[in-house]
Structure formats: C-alpha cells, structure tokens
C-alpha cells in the first residue's frame, strides 16, 4: 500500500494525534503526537488493511543540533586531541529527543515509519511492548542509551551499561565519567615518545597543512 | 603367582602368611602403577584418536615422535598445581571424595585376570566383587559434587549418581548370560571356559546371539557407567562447565582424571574377560603370544572403540539417558538373560 | 520481562508438595558470562527447579563498546570498519548492510561487477557464519568432531576471503560505492567455483550423515526450543530463527537489495520433519540448507561476473552524505540487519542505529526458555545463533 | 512397539554410519599445520603490520586523520619549507590493521607488511617508533626534499583522486 494511503488511514484513526506526513524520496515518515503512539502502533497493527505485524526496528534519537533542514552539525564529538584525549563542551544540549518506529507487514509486504518527539525534559514516551514484545528491549536500549523513559514498561532497567552507570551515553551532552566504581574509564596514554624531542611536544598539533604534492 | 609365592617362602625365606603379604603390597604398587601408566597412555591414545578423526595431528612436539611425552608431561604440570580448596566448601568431603573414586576403580583391578596364573586376588566371587567395589565410585562422584558448594557440580553430582546407579542394572544384567554359560563368577573360570579360539568365545553370535547382543549391552551400558561420550552426564562440558569436578585443581583433579582412564580401561577388561576371550589367543595357531599380551591388546582395541564412540555422537539429554536405560536397556538385558537361557538349554549348552 | 517465576507445566513455584516445614526456593543459576554454551560473554540469569527452568534473564552488555557512538565521531568510510566488530563471523554482510545503507542515502549507483563481488563475499561469508552456527550448535550437543570439520571448511573461506580483501577475520572490504579491491588475478573465481562445488556435494552431505540425521542429535533438538510463527514475528525474529518457524521471509528476496534478484534460488524454510515448526532442529537444517542455496548463488554470481570498474568513480577518502534520513535491511548470516541513519550533511553520520538481528533473536530467550529442562535451554539458545559482537554493539 | 524398535534401528544406524565418517578420517591426512615449523604463506593483499618508510614520507597527516582509532602519531616542527617530521609512530595497541591508512598514501610510504606474529610481555613495547631522532629530521616540503636529495614522488604517478582528501 502506498505510504500516503497508509498515513491517511491513520490520521482518519487518530484525529488530531497525527501531527503531518513528511514525502520524502528515501522515507516518508508520519509524525505523531507522543502521548498517541501506543494508539497509532494499536491500530497499524490491529487494522486488517495495514496489518504490520513486525516492529523492525524502535530507534531513539537525540535531535540537539540537528535542524530538519538538515543544515544543523553534530555536536556529539567536538573533536580530539592529540593525545586522544576528548575535547570537552560546557555547552548545554538543548533539542528535543525523539523516537522512530519502522514497521513492516509481513502479509501485505509494506513498511511505514513513525516519529515521535518528546522534550529533553520529560523524556517520556509510552511503551508499545505490549502491541509487539520485540519492543522491550529495543526501549530498554533506547532508556539505556538515551535516557528516553517509557511509560508503562514492563522491566525499565538498563540494558547494555551497568546499572549504576551515570548518564545516557548517546546523548549529544554526555561526557563519559573518568572514573566508576573506582575503575578508570579512559585508559592510559601509551602514545608517549621514549625518544626526548626539544621542540614540539606531544600537545603540539602536528603537521598544520598537507605538504604541497 | 605360583612363582612369587615360591619365591617368598623359598629364597626370601617366610612363612606362608609372610608370602601372602608381601605378595599382595608387591600387586598393590605393581597395580596402581600399571593404572597410572594406563592413564597416561590413554590421554595420550585419546587425543591423537580425537586429533586424527577430526583432521588434525594432536601433540605433536613433546618427546618428539608423535608427542608421546605430551601426556607425562601433563602429568608432571598438573601434579605442580596449586591446590585449592573453595572457601565455602565442605574440606573434610572435598578432600576425600577424589581418593575414594580413585579406590572404586583400584580395587576393581585387583580381581582382573592378566594371564592363566597372574590375577592379583583370584577368588570365586570375582566378577560380583567388581560390579560391587566400581560402584563407589558413586558415592566419590556425590560427594565432590555436594562438597564443592557449586551449583554446576552438584548438577554433576545428581545427574552421575543417578545414571550410574541405572546403569549398574544394566551392567550386570548383560553378564549374567555369560555366568550362566560359564556356571561361575570366578574370572579365571569364565576364561578358560571360552578355550579354543574366536569360534568359542561368548561374542560368537553363531554360538549364542543373544550372548552376541549382550555384549553390546555391556559395551553401552559401560560407556555410560565411566562417564564418557555420548552419556557424559555428569561432566557435560557444554551444559555444566565440567561437572562434579568443576572445582578441583592440581593433584584431586588428577585423581578423577586417573580414575576415569582406570576405569575405561577396567571395563574394556571386564567385557574382553566376559566375551572376548580374556587372553585366549583368537586363533588356535597363535598360542605363542603372550596370554596376558592377548589381554591388553584386546582392552585396548575396545578403548579405542569406545574412544570412537565418543568422538562422534552427539551427547544425549539426561532424561533420555534415563530412558535409555529403564525402557529399552534394562528389558532388552533382560531378553537376553531370558533368550540366552532357552538358547543353552536347547543346544544343551547350559553347566 | 518476566520478573516473576512464570508457571510451569501449569504449576507455578510455590504451588509444589514439598516436605512440610522444610523452607525451599528455587536455584539461582548464573550461566555466564563464562559458560561454554554461551557463545561469548553472554549471562542467563536462570531460576531452576532441577532441571527444568523457571525464569531466564538475559544479561546484556559484557561487550559493549556502544559503536553507534563512535559512528557519531568518525566519518562514513571509517565506520565501515566497526561494522566487521558486529557480527564477526559474517562481516561482509556487515559491511554489505552498511555501506548498502549509505548508498542509499547517497543516491549512489554501484557498478554492476561490484555488486556481483559484494554478493559473492557476502555469501561466503554467510557459508562461513552458517557454518560455526552448525559447529557450536553440534558442540553444544556434545559433538566434537563436527565442530572440527566445520571449521575445517571455514578455513578455506577465509583463505578465499584473505586472498581477496586482505583480512582474515575483519575485512573492511566494502566502501561505500563499491569494494576496495578487484578479483584478484590469481585464479581467485576459480578457486570459490571449486570450494563451492566441494563444499555443496562433498562436505554437506557429510555433516548431513554425521550430525544431522543423527538419531541422538534429532531426539536432542526435534521438538525442544519450539518458536511457532506467531511468536517469532511479535518478538522480531529474523534470518533462520524466523523461517525455522515456517514464516517465508528473506531481506534477500522480499526485499531487493544488490542483485539477488538476479540470481536463481529458493528461501529455506522449516517445515518440522523431525518434530514440531520451529522447533532447534528446523532452525538448524534451515542453515544447512542456506548453505547449500549460497552456493548457488555465489555459482551464478562469479560465472556471470561482468567486467567494468569495481569502485563507483570521484569517491573520495571522506564521502559526504546529503542529509536525510533512511532504513536499511538486509538480510545477514544471522537475520535482518538494518542501519538507520539519519545524516545532517556532514562527513559525519547524526545518528546512526543498528538493528542487530541477535538482540531480537536472543529475546525470545526469556519467553520460549521458560519450562525447558537446562540441557534444552542450551540447545534453544545454540539453535539462535546469537554472536555478542552483535548484541552487545 | 513398532515406533520403538525402528527407533532403536535409526539410532543404531545413524551411529554406524557416523563412525564410519569419523573412522574413514583417521587415514586422511590432517590439514592443519604444525605452526612454529610450517607456516601459511600469507596472499599478498594480506593485511600485517603497518610498516612506514620514513624516508619517503612527508608528513602530510593523511594516515593520521583517517585512522579510525587514531594510532598514527606524526610530530614535525618547523613551518613551509622548513618543516621537517620528528616523530612518526604506530600505537600498534589501536590499530585495526582496516588499511586506510596505506590506501590513502600519495607518496606511498606507508604499507601493510605481512608480519603478523609481534607478540610482547609489554603492551608498551606495541608502540613502533619509525624515527630515530638522532638521525637526520624528514624534510616534508617537495623543494626541500629536491634540494636535500630526499625521495620524492614522481609528479606524473600520483593517483588523481586522492588529492585533496585531507579536509
């Protein structure tokens, strides 16, 4: 079916919960209202018409920096230097999180995406692991990865890090800890030069522009 | 034996009871280290039989030719390991459980019949005395695993002791056709019973096929009873990390390992003593061999059989084990003992 | 899931006849993260009754390098050599999900000779993955010797491999736009021709007789571990775990990606000979017999092998990728690989998702291992082919 | 009954039969290799350690930004003309052996050997210095190297897609 044919059945299901449906060469994708998700997924899946039964994949996303022109930069990794240390931002992520849902019909071989957006602050999306159990750990991934809650979820632990990890390692902000539990976390610098070199040491950046060929 | 005891009480000069003695501590050690080399030579045979089917050389370097060293040097490394014993666990039990698995399989050994005048303890009730002093091992097995305070061997434990009690059953079932052929439980007995080449031997299915299956019977039911492939339970190294003996380190390791290479080695024996022939020679004309070299090589040819098996079948659930055992080993030993007995009285074979 | 104990055999804990004043409680068994039958640093976290199993909790994370972080720091053609750390026993299908996904983002045609490599590379390496599957799935079991063989015969892949991108295990071989290096010249196709033809009429036939059609191991795997559709599909099984339980679904097929639809071949699935659909025996012969479909396909590929350019021309160190945002599938050794991408322009992927095809598998873990004696839960999860480098990204 | 006796039959006949493969491979020969004494010869686009030709190199920081972990280390001092390299070093710890670094290399000093067994009791010792400074410095710029005899790259053979690459 085609994609807009699908968003239409949504809408007309949803109401004003459906928030636009973007046409786009790649993947279309349909907006919808955070707090209406579950619904939404309920009735691609439910309807006989649209019959998704498969969650492919449940993504979650930090849209800090990113503006939908596409103009916006990544600000996750400001850069290295040159011992490899990270270059550290005090700047304060501001954009909102989101959520992506793909979904496939394995009877009536159809995909469909759906985005969701959730502020930064309440980061609060609700759960579809009960339309599909694959969702579980995908949003125990997304909890752990993002900082994303899901509301309702049926075991809202940490799935990849430790359990007493601080901080969401995908968010654009997150700066990794020096230290857990007493373990130091960045390693040490075993790029150090045995041979004592007078000028240029290892904080020098090296080589300003490429030699002329 | 004759000639130890004349020499004890001739040119050593004892009394008869002095002879006894000093006979019985000279087999202990002469059977103890033949079990030790035993061991070695079979880790050895093991690994260059699983290295070989499994298109690969095994050791190779140790000793030069073909690694012979490799498993004497295993040996010498892990009698030099730290031994540990579990802070939580039971050290009284820990400690003794490797020795008394390692005694069921020693004195099992001392009934077997080497040659027609060299059996370390010949008495009548040999082949019961077996079957009952192998089954310490049971207890050895329990014990390791409950005293270890680790919940994978004490899976071990449970799984072997239940297996091993089954298979006892079994066991002695497929030999009681050939006590009732031979009308005897001495060893010596059963033997020379089976005098005049491979046509007389109880493993001829012309002769008696029943005695013929029995024999698988006792081959299957012994694999089970030493704990090896397919019916490795309590070891299990894909389920249960290594089973009962999942804790043991250096020195008590090497007991169990020493006792389950005995013990391969003592069930080859008894089925080569049970119908094999015992050191009977297979054909009538090749009497110079040896008697006691026609014994060895026929347990080790029925090691490698068992080897064989255990390189190349997958291993079974614990509950079809039991299965195998209740519902098809035990009614079919059962037949035998049945069909064996019919068969001799009708070829009036029956002693 | 499943904080609680589920019932069993319709009995939960706690209904049981036990000795009376006697305080009993089940066994808290941690399998893993060293644990043999683990395949990697995997840890069940099981409750047992003996030996039949209450609860299974996966334990995630042993593993975890979190690549979808580094994705965010090292540009496009950098990041194709994390993807050979997912599935490490199949990284040309890694590569191939990934740089597929960026193609597509690009608008990027690829020559057609790199397609046919792409697809040969990647079905050797699917041989190869399907063949450790079979391997460690025997092992589990307690066959040693296939193990062996198998492994024997994956030597040669990955000598075929080596010769032609360099790398043994991790081959950082596709980039986006091509593959870095053309057949090599000496006799390479040849060689793959000659291996695919020993492989499909000598070498399976002989696990076949050895493990597959073994009574042991089919009175093992019929009937234990069964995933019927319904649940395969609600937990986003993929690869053979879904079409072990009889669902006639293949990226490769339904969902066209390179030039499969090109080729001639049929998509395996299970159909319960042995015992139940879905059962760890279907999803094991559905291997067995992916391996023999991959070798027809890498026939076809290399025998109608076009000439003409490997690399898509004017692509650079660093590729730019316009901005947007895509999912991508294929089908890997394991089952659907996806990458979601979402580019803002820059040399840098935004975001970028990996749907790992073990993570999904492995889920079904905690509802299908519920009630299985301890030696099934092991078939269960050998019979899913997990690999951590996957789960755990 | 039936189904239990035919049973009995497959498992017996499926064991032959397997015994019979397992024992058919005792005679053939093992196609392992006994390492320390015969090794594999490696196919030429094998992938070893990295091994970098200081003389033909002008520090030109290509290798060093594309690396993924970022293992090449490259120190110089001076500027234009008198630039010349200090450093080069292989964090060998890091590298991933992902060949970017030698495919990017327009004077081609930097390859992938076929060594592969480097195996150390100190994980220090996997850093590969490629410079003695004691040794004469590298001179990066071309007209320093012509003036100072130094390797340079013949114009006309550079690949014409690389230029440029590095941002």
């Not at chain 1, 991934?141 to 809202?156: S, T, V």
Request: glycine share 8%; net charge negative; hydrophobic share 45%.
């Amino acid at each position: 079916m085609e994609q807009n044919a699908i968003y239409e059945l949504l809408a007309g299901a949803l109401g004003d919960g459906a928030l636009g449906f973007t046409e786009n060469p790649l993947e279309p994708w349909a907006a919808v209202e955070t707090a209406k998700v579950a619904e939404a997924c309920r009735f691609l899946r439910d309807d006989p018409r649209l019959d998704f039964d498969q969650l492919m994949c449940l993504s979650g996303i930090d849209w800090d920096g990113f503006d939908e022109a596409g103009k916006g930069k990544s600000v996750s990794i400001l850069g290295y230097s040159d011992d490899g240390q990270p270059e550290k931002s005090d700047r304060v992520a501001t954009g909102d999180l989101g959520v992506a849902y793909h979904l496939y019909s394995h009877a009536l071989r159809h995909k469909f995406t759906l985005r969701v957006r959730v502020t930064r602050e309440s980061a609060t999306v609700p759960t579809i692991s009960g339309l599909w159990s694959t969702a579980a750990w995908h949003e125990r991934e997304a909890w752990d990865l993002l900082g994303l809650k899901f509301a309702g979820h049926p075991d809202p632990r940490r799935m990849l890090m430790e359990e007493d990890w601080v901080g969401h390692p995908l968010r654009k902000d997150y700066v990794m800890p020096d230290l857990w539990n007493g373990v130091p976390l960045q390693g040490q610098p075993y790029c150090a030069n045995p041979f004592p070199v007078e000028s240029g040491g290892p904080d020098k950046p090296a080589g300003d522009k490429p030699a002329e060929g | 034996m004759q000639l130890l005891y004349d020499f004890f009480t001739g040119q050593a000069g004892m009394d008869l009871a002095g002879a006894h003695i000093a006979v019985a501590s000279l087999m202990a050690v002469l059977m103890f280290t033949v079990m030790a080399l035993c061991a070695i030579i079979f880790t050895w045979m093991e690994r260059k039989v699983a290295g070989f089917m499994q298109s690969r050389y095994g050791p190779m370097y140790t000793g030069r030719w073909h690694g012979w060293a490799q498993a004497v040097a295993d040996m010498l490394k892990i009698l030099g390991k730290e031994d540990i014993i579990p802070g939580e666990a039971d050290k009284g039990m820990f400690q003794f459980a490797p020795i008394l698995v390692l005694l069921g399989s020693l004195l099992a050994w001392a009934a077997i019949p080497w040659a027609p005048d060299f059996v370390a303890a010949d008495f009548d009730l040999g082949l019961f005395y077996i079957f009952a002093v192998s089954s310490l091992v049971v207890i050895g097995i329990l014990m390791a695993g409950w005293s270890s305070n680790n919940k994978w061997a004490l899976y071990g434990a449970a799984r072997g002791a239940a297996q091993m009690v089954s298979y006892e059953i079994p066991l002695a079932l497929a030999a009681i056709p050939v006590v009732m052929r031979t009308g005897s439980l001495n060893p010596q007995d059963i033997i020379i019973a089976q005098q005049g080449g491979i046509w007389n031997w109880n493993i001829n299915p012309i002769m008696n096929p029943f005695l013929f299956i029995a024999f698988f019977m006792y081959f299957i039911a012994s694999i089970a009873e030493t704990n090896r492939g397919p019916f490795d339970m309590p070891e299990t190294e894909s389920e249960l990390v290594a089973g009962y003996h999942t804790e043991y380190t250096g020195m008590r390791f090497a007991f169990f390992f020493l006792s389950e290479y005995a013990n391969l080695f003592l069930v080859s024996m008894i089925a080569t003593m049970l119908f094999l022939g015992g050191w009977w020679a297979p054909f009538p004309g090749m009497a110079w061999i040896p008697p006691a070299l026609n014994f060895i090589i026929k347990g080790v040819l029925l090691v490698f059989l068992n080897m064989w098996v255990r390189w190349t079948l997958p291993r079974v659930r614990v509950d079809q084990l039991m299965f195998l055992c209740w519902k098809v080993m035990i009614p079919l030993s059962l037949l035998c003992v049945v069909g064996a007995g019919l068969w001799m009285m009708a070829w009036g074979q029956l002693k | 899931m499943a904080n609680e104990p589920t019932m069993v055999n319709g009995r939960g804990w706690g209904d049981q006849d036990h000795v009376p004043g006697i305080k009993s409680e089940l066994l808290e068994l941690n399998m893993g993260p060293q644990h043999p039958a683990t395949h990697g640093v995997l840890r069940l976290l099981l409750h047992t009754d003996g030996e039949i199993v209450y609860k299974v909790t996966p334990v995630l994370g042993y593993l975890h390098r979190c690549a979808e972080k580094i994705a965010e720091g090292v540009n496009y053609k950098q990041w194709v050599v994390y993807t050979d750390r997912f599935d490490y026993l199949a990284p040309m299908c890694c590569n191939h999900a990934y740089v597929t996904a960026v193609e597509k983002l690009m608008g990027q045609a690829v020559p057609e000779r790199a397609e046919h490599i792409r697809v040969a590379t990647s079905e050797l390496s699917r041989i190869a993955s399907h063949l450790i599957a079979l391997a460690t799935f025997g092992l589990d079991m307690g066959a040693w010797t296939p193990l062996l063989y198998c492994f024997r015969e994956r030597e040669e892949i990955l000598n075929l491999l080596e010769r032609i991108s360099g790398g043994r295990m991790l081959y950082n071989y596709m980039i986006p736009g091509g593959v870095r290096y053309d057949v090599p010249n000496d006799n390479w196709v040849a060689d793959v021709l000659d291996f695919v033809d020993l492989m499909e009429h000598n070498k399976l036939p002989e696990y076949n007789t050895l493990l597959s059609y073994n009574k042991i191991f089919i009175e093992r795997t019929a009937d234990v571990g069964i995933i019927d559709a319904k649940t395969a599909l609600d937990y986003g099984c993929t690869g053979p775990v879904l079409r072990g339980s009889g669902v006639d679904f293949d990226c490769r097929r339904d969902d066209p990606y390179s030039v499969y639809h090109k080729f001639d071949w049929q998509v395996q699935i299970g159909h319960g000979e042995k015992g139940t659909v879905g059962d760890c025996w279907d999803r094991y012969i559905v291997r067995a017999r992916e391996i023999e479909q991959s070798c027809r396909i890498i026939r076809q590929a290399l025998q109608t092998l076009p000439d003409g350019p490997y690399q898509a021309l004017a692509l650079k160190a660093i590729v730019k990728v316009p901005a947007g945002a895509a999912y991508t599938r294929v089908e890997s050794s394991k089952g659907e690989l996806g990458h979601y991408i979402i580019s803002d322009g820059g040399q840098t992927a935004f975001r970028n998702k990996v749907r790992s095809p073990s993570f999904c598998n492995l889920q079904v873990v905690e509802k299908v291992g519920v009630g299985q004696m301890v030696s099934d839960l092991v078939a269960l999860v050998g019979s899913l082919d997990i690999v951590l480098g996957e789960i755990d990204r | 009954m039936g189904q239990y006796f035919t049973d009995i039959y497959l498992a017996v006949s499926s064991a032959l039969q397997g015994m019979a493969i397992t024992f058919k491979h005792i005679y053939k020969k093992p196609v392992t290799l006994q390492f320390p004494d015969e090794r594999q010869v490696m196919p030429e686009r094998f992938r070893g350690f990295v091994h970098n030709d200081t003389a033909k190199c002008d520090a030109c920081n290509i290798c060093a930004k594309l690396c993924p972990v970022d293992c090449i280390y490259i120190e110089t001092e001076g500027k234009a003309k008198d630039r010349y390299m200090t450093r080069y070093a292989i964090d060998y710890n890091k590298c991933i052996w992902c060949s970017l670094c030698t495919e990017n290399c327009h004077t081609g000093s930097i390859t992938m050997s076929h060594d592969y067994d480097h195996a150390v009791f100190d994980r220090r010792t996997l850093v590969y210095e490629f410079m003695d400074p004691r040794e004469a410095k590298v001179p990066c710029h071309r007209a320093t190297r012509i003036e100072q005899n130094w390797w340079v790259e013949p114009k006309e053979d550079k690949p014409g897609g690389d230029k440029g690459d590095d941002e």
